[in-house]
């Protein structure tokens, strides 16, 4: 049982907080999250105080303050600490795309939503949210396990889609904008979502095979995440 706040391994768990000590490892702080790690091969170490919640190998019994310190908030009985994902290069037939989306909530939801609707992975931009920050996890319920989620380099990562016959089509506006109804599904989409304040980059949107848009009443622009799901709704499988 670990008692002390300067334990060597409680310092480690508590800097999993900041993205550069991630790496390889991260903090998972909700039961849906640390069963879905279980179950998909993803949690590595389980942390308790007094009961052990369920069987698993590697797991660490901790006092409440120790708990306390590592979780940043107070009363929570046990955590998780998951391993990286692996990443596939082999996609099925519903893609989402998202070009350097910031904020690590709406990176959550569109997980949630992919995982709904049937798209079953997702490409990340190198430069887009930290897909293990705590926020993240949590607005996935689950879902970053059960989806293949990969951070490439998305010009290649498009063109490598479309030789493979994919439409590409990202959201936005210019002079050739479709109405999401206006698009002629096929067999293999993906779909491209832009930052949330300056939307999909130019050099993306130039390389995509069709420009959408979502039709709306009395506003004119709609969060990210709930754009996606839209999108993800009309064109599920």
Do not use: W
Request: aromatic share 8%.
């Amino acid at each position: 049982m670990i008692t002390s706040l300067d334990n060597k391994k409680v310092k480690e768990f508590n800097k999993l907080h900041q993205k550069k000590y991630r790496d390889d490892r991260y903090l998972l702080l909700d039961e849906t999250l640390i069963l879905a790690a279980k179950d998909s091969g993803y949690l590595q170490t389980l942390l308790y105080v007094g009961e052990l919640p369920f069987d698993f190998a590697n797991s660490i019994e901790v006092s409440q303050e120790v708990m306390d310190k590592i979780a940043r908030q107070d009363g929570y009985k046990y955590i998780g600490v998951g391993t990286k994902i692996k990443e596939s290069s082999k996609y099925g037939n519903r893609v989402m795309i998202l070009d350097h989306l910031q904020d690590p909530l709406n990176v959550g939801r569109i997980m949630e939503s992919a995982y709904i609707f049937g798209f079953d992975s997702i490409i990340i931009s190198d430069d887009s949210a930290d897909i293990y920050n705590e926020k993240c996890l949590k607005a996935s319920k689950g879902a970053i396990y059960k989806l293949n989620i990969c951070v490439k380099e998305l010009k290649d990562e498009i063109k490598a889609l479309q030789q493979d016959g994919y439409k590409v089509c990202a959201t936005g506006l210019r002079d050739n904008t479709l109405e999401l109804y206006e698009v002629e599904p096929t067999e293999k989409m993906a779909f491209v979502l832009g930052n949330e304040g300056s939307g999909v980059t130019s050099e993306i949107m130039d390389i995509c095979d069709e420009i959408v848009k979502i039709a709306m009443v009395n506003i004119d622009s709609l969060n990210v995440a709930m754009a996606g799901s839209i999108v993800m709704y009309q064109f599920k499988i």
